[in-house]
């Protein structure tokens, strides 16, 4: 039961990390707006599920999907992201704020079932050095990363443009990341329409961290795989439909591109993965 609540908790986090901001507006998924100086609870229920593109890990879904919010006149909490607005303009939002970084959710997604995929499944390798040390995938672990810095957004009708930048402050190991995208949304009547693309630039101590083996993880030897900085790049478009006062139709699809100095590891099955969600939202 722990470890299910574990995952729940984690899914959650890894679904919605990162996308939130003091314009009181989630564009992963867009499901009900809180109000200023009250706790926002929703739940959706239908299916959400996230490609794990991690070795030996397996895929994750869900048929109850819960949320949580909090916004004060600039204080504000949603699931996992915390933030402080320190300047609200129409034509400037500007945050101290703090997200989950999404490596350190898919390492922990689900780790008690691990998944014995066929080498043949794989995406081609870049450079694999065919005399690497075999890792022992079961003694891989990593911590969750979360990440403190600050958001920037410039508001426009047409289309708008948010850099967050988040630098390590648990897992130890001090990396980085900027995020760049452009966003913007839209209402008509009961219906929404989000849409977003963007990338995301990681610092080689955070790629080190998660994707370097140590030498316990490949029985003793150095790890031969070395990493730079890197950029992912992702995709996304999100629905809803308002059928009620408290119930929204929601769908979301949310596509990941990861940086082809990844796929230089084994740890990595995937160049590429979606996450997404269909289902009904009440909101308490």
């Known amino acids: ?3 299910f609540l574990i995952s729940w908790l984690t899914f959650t986090a890894v679904f919605y990390s990162a996308t939130t901001y003091a314009d009181n507006t989630e564009y992963e998924v867009p499901i009900g707006e809180a109000e ?21 890990h397996d ?8 949320t949580w919010s909090y916004y004060g006149e600039r204080f504000y909490i949603d699931n996992t992201t915390i933030g402080y607005s320190i300047i609200e303009t129409d034509s400037l939002l500007f945050d101290f704020s703090g997200y989950l970084n999404e490596e350190g959710a898919l390492f ?7 998944s014995f995929l066929d080498i043949s499944n794989y995406v081609p390798r870049k450079d694999m050095r065919p005399n690497a040390p075999k890792p022992v995938f079961e003694n891989i672990e990593r911590n969750f990363s979360y990440m ?24 130890g190991h001090g990396g980085e990341e900027f995020t760049f995208s452009l966003f913007n949304y839209y209402h008509l009547g009961n219906f929404k329409l989000n849409w977003q693309l963007g990338a995301v630039r990681k610092s080689q101590q955070l790629v080190e961290y998660y994707y370097q083996f140590r030498p ?19 995709v996304q478009v999100a629905a809803s439909y ?11 699809v949310k596509k990941t591109w990861l940086d082809e100095e990844l796929l230089t590891t084994p740890l990595v099955a995937k160049d590429s993965y979606i996450k997404w969600i269909a289902g009904f939202n009440y909101k308490f």
């Open 59 to 66: 895929d994750i879904k869900t048929y109850l999907l819960p």
């Open 216 to 234: 316990e993880e490949i029985n003793g030897f150095e790890s031969p795989y070395k990493f730079k900085d890197i950029t992912n790049k992702f």
């Open 242 to 252: 308002q059928l009620s006062k408290n119930f929204d139709l929601v769908l979301s």
């Open 148 to 171: 403190v810095g600050a958001a920037v957004q410039w508001p426009n009708e047409y289309i708008q443009a948010r850099l967050v930048y988040g630098k390590d402050v648990t897992a």
């Open 1 to 3: 039961m722990r470890s």
């Open 108 to 114: 922990n997604l689900d780790n008690a079932n691990l």
């Open 36 to 56: 200023v100086g009250q706790w926002s609870f929703s739940l959706l229920a239908g299916y959400a599920a996230i490609e794990n593109p991690l070795n030996k």
